[in-house]
Nanobody, 114 residues
Framework: QVQLVESGGGLVQPGGSLTLSCLAS????????MAWYRQSPGKARELVAN????????SYGDAVKGRFQISRDSHRNTVYLQMTNLKPEDTAVYYC???????WGQGTQVTVSS
């Protein structure tokens, strides 16, 4: 059974950092393209970052380039999103997804506020 469980969200001040985790079960993250999305109230869900299967290839949304980094740990079967220099507009629920499938996590709230 495929499951994705996000964690690591919370309240952070502008300019701060957070690292989100997505623990996968039922498949191997090394073999699957994975992504982080986010959704703010009243806005469509947007792709934040993705990482290719079987390799280090990554890509990022324009709003987060240079500030966010996606990575994976095969031993922990976990995908991470390291977020730095956070801005109030980064406030959203962040979701992990196995790309090209309907497998999503439940989401974790990130709030950037002073």
């Amino acid at each position: 059974q495929v499951q994705l469980v996000e964690s690591g969200g919370g309240l952070v001040q502008p300019g701060g950092s957070l690292t989100l985790s997505c623990l996968a079960s039922g498949f191997t993250v090394e073999d699957a393209p994975m992504a982080w999305y986010r959704q703010s109230p009243g806005k469509a869900r947007e792709l934040v970052a993705n990482i290719a299967s079987l390799g280090p290839g990554t890509s990022y949304g324009d709003a987060v380039k240079g500030r966010f980094q996606i990575s994976r740990d095969s031993h922990r079967n976990t995908v991470y999103l390291q977020m730095t220099n956070l801005k109030p507009e980064d406030t959203a629920v962040y979701y992990c997804r196995r790309l090209f499938t309907d497998y999503w996590g439940q989401g974790t709230q990130v709030t950037v506020s002073s």
